[in-house]
């Protein structure tokens, strides 16, 4: 069987792909996570290493000891605000520790990455719409920190054809996964659905809307959510794709629609039978208006079709899960 390293596997995303891999159990999975934001108890499937991308020794055994077929990069540092107060954390975790981890593939046979990179490298745009042609200007740090790593992956595969990636760029990541095994379970997450659904259970008093000042019919900013069970088939799709010797790609992942924050929160209240106090904030630094995908080429290029691409479905998962942790 096939071992593919997984960084950052404990967190939201990458704990979604482990539930995913564990369906037919095709391949031998490694986890590497340092448990910064990350839960062990969400590595529900494969072997968690605990150690730091970043720590040379540490990766160079994990790498040492296994034949590894091909690497998923989740781990990372993902608030945006965060990244524009302190934009060297940044710089260090995301695009410092992924040259160290490009510098372990190039050392060990060149196995196939697949990036977890994000809609954030586009930055404003003039229509709201990214395709992945679209020029990128991101307004963040975290944002630029993600397209330096981008810009590595791609100068790699140049100087070596043999490396081989697929870079893919989600847009607004939401919900838990349909069968009940697994959620976002990051403490302080500071996700729209995530701290609407902790509000709407109790465990917030309240929560907060950054900006009802924007050009949009409600005044509060426009995203495209992405239910992460699709998002973690697409990493699948992925795997198998690059395994078997494709070409590589730059993919977005979204739905190409788009849902305001009051309607996530609208949904939230109605779903829940709740309803909770919600302030009125201050934009954010680094908040684009609109962001959406267009999501035409992920469906060709993997053969990935969405299956839960509904926000009543992405919020009651999300609901659900919750309702779980508590
Ligand atoms: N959540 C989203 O909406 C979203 C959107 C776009 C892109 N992304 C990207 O997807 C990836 C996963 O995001 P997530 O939402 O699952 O975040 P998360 O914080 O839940 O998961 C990140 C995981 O990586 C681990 N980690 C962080 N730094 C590490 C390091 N140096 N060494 C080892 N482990 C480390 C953490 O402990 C955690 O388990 C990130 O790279 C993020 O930038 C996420």
Same mark, same amino acid.
């Given at each position: 069987m096939k071992t593919i390293l997984v960084t950052g596997g404990a967190g939201y995303i990458g704990s979604h792909v482990l539930n995913q891999l564990s369906k037919n159990k095709k391949y031998n999975v490694i986890v590497v996570d340092n448990l910064s934001t990350g839960? @062990?108890?969400s590595?529900? #499937?494969g072997d968690l290493k605990i150690g730091d991308v970043g720590d040379h020794k540490f990766m160079d055994s994990v790498f040492a000891s296994h034949d590894i077929s091909a690497v998923l990069h989740f781990a990372g540092s993902i608030v945006v605000p965060e990244s524009v107060e302190n934009p060297l954390k940044y710089y260090s975790n995301n695009t410092i520790n992924s040259f160290k981890l490009l510098e372990h593939i &190039? @050392? #060990?046979n060149n196995p196939p990455l697949i990036f977890s990179s994000t809609a954030a490298v586009y930055g404003e745009l003039k229509n709201g719409i990214a395709s992945e042609e679209s020029p990128t200007n991101p307004e963040s740090p975290y944002g630029r920190t993600k397209l330096m790593t981008e810009e590595m992956i791609k100068d790699l595969n140049i100087s070596n054809p043999k490396f081989r990636y697929v870079i893919l760029r989600y847009f607004n990541v939401a919900g %838990?996964?349909?069968?009940?095994n697994i959620g976002q379970s990051t403490p302080q997450a500071t996700h729209l659905l995530k701290a609407a659904c902790e509000t709407a259970i109790g465990k917030r008093k309240s929560m907060s809307i950054f900006g009802i000042d924007y050009p949009t019919a409600d005044g509060t900013c426009i995203r495209d959510f992405i239910h +992460? *069970? *699709?998002? %973690?088939?697409?990493? +699948? &799709?992925?795997?198998?794709y690059l395994i078997n010797g494709y070409v590589s790609q730059t993919l977005n992942c979204g739905y190409g629609a788009g849902h305001s924050v009051k309607e996530v929160i609208e949904m939230t209240k109605k779903v829940s039978a709740k309803n909770f106090s919600v302030e009125v904030a201050p934009r954010r630094p680094g908040d684009c208006m609109m962001v959406m995908s267009k999501a035409e080429k992920i469906k060709t290029v993997l053969n990935w079709i969405p299956q839960n691409n509904d926000l009543e479905t992405i919020v009651k998962s999300a609901l659900d899960w919750e309702a779980k942790l508590k």
């Open positions: 839960r @062990k108890e590595v529900i #499937y &190039a @050392k #060990y %838990a996964s349909m069968d009940g +992460v *069970d *699709d998002l %973690a088939r697409a990493h +699948v &799709a992925a795997i198998d």
